[in-house]
């Protein structure tokens, strides 16, 4: 018998999973196949340049922004910017923890935890957040009370 496989489940945007049956459909190959490939030649976990490609990846498919090249420019590299900060086309840190809105590494940096556990507080309602254009902004302002022991998103949706 082969190796134990367990299953696995991700939410992807219509657009990759579109590319995904693109793909899969032009090579007549599996999904799992694809996907178990693409882990076998990406994903290094054990060294520092893995775990920074894969940070850029996470930022990337979480919907955070990245540098804007000007036109006729070429993309700087991948570890020109730090892993996961955003910035606007000008060069603004869009993750400043001091703006006004903020990114979910912004967010993360204000609050001094990870974006990921971010983006999970806010999935389910229990961080103020917003979707804008399908990636998730959050009010300085609104976390900092949230904090200090306001209300959750889901807990003034409630009282309304």
């Given at each position: 018998?082969?190796?134990?496989?367990?299953?696995?489940?991700?939410r992807l945007s219509v657009e990759q999973a579109e590319r995904?049956d693109r793909a899969v459909a032009a090579i007549d190959a599996?999904?799992?196949?694809?996907?178990?490939?693409?882990i076998d030649q990406h994903v290094d976990p054990d060294s520092?340049?893995?775990?920074?490609?894969?940070?850029?990846?996470?930022?990337?498919?979480?919907?955070?922004?990245?540098?804007?090249?000007?036109?006729?420019?070429?993309?700087?590299?991948?570890?020109?910017?730090?892993?996961?900060?955003?910035?606007?086309?000008?060069?603004?840190?869009?993750?400043?923890?001091?703006?006004?809105?903020?990114?979910?590494?912004?967010?993360?940096?204000?609050?001094?935890?990870?974006?990921?556990?971010?983006?999970?507080?806010?999935?389910?309602?229990?961080?103020?957040?917003?979707?804008?254009?399908?990636?998730?902004?959050?009010?300085?302002?609104?976390?900092?009370?949230?904090?200090?022991?306001?209300?959750?998103?889901?807990?003034?949706?409630?009282?309304?």
């Amino acid at each position: 018998m082969g190796e134990e496989l367990i299953p696995l489940f991700v939410r992807l945007s219509v657009e990759q999973a579109e590319r995904l049956d693109r793909a899969v459909a032009a090579i007549d190959a599996r999904k799992k196949d694809v996907v178990s490939g693409l882990i076998d030649q990406h994903v290094d976990p054990d060294s520092p340049q893995g775990l920074a490609a894969l940070r850029t990846l996470a930022g990337l498919g979480r919907g955070e922004l990245v540098p804007a090249a000007a036109p006729g420019a070429s993309a700087p590299p991948a570890s020109a910017a730090a892993p996961g900060v955003a910035a606007t086309p000008e060069g603004g840190d869009l993750d400043d923890p001091a703006r006004p809105i903020l990114t979910p590494a912004g967010a993360a940096a204000l609050l001094g935890v990870r974006a990921v556990d971010v983006l999970e507080l806010a999935e389910h309602g229990e961080l103020p957040g917003r979707r804008v254009a399908g990636q998730w902004r959050f009010a300085r302002a609104a976390l900092i009370d949230w904090v200090a022991g306001g209300q959750s998103a889901s807990q003034r949706s409630a009282s309304r």
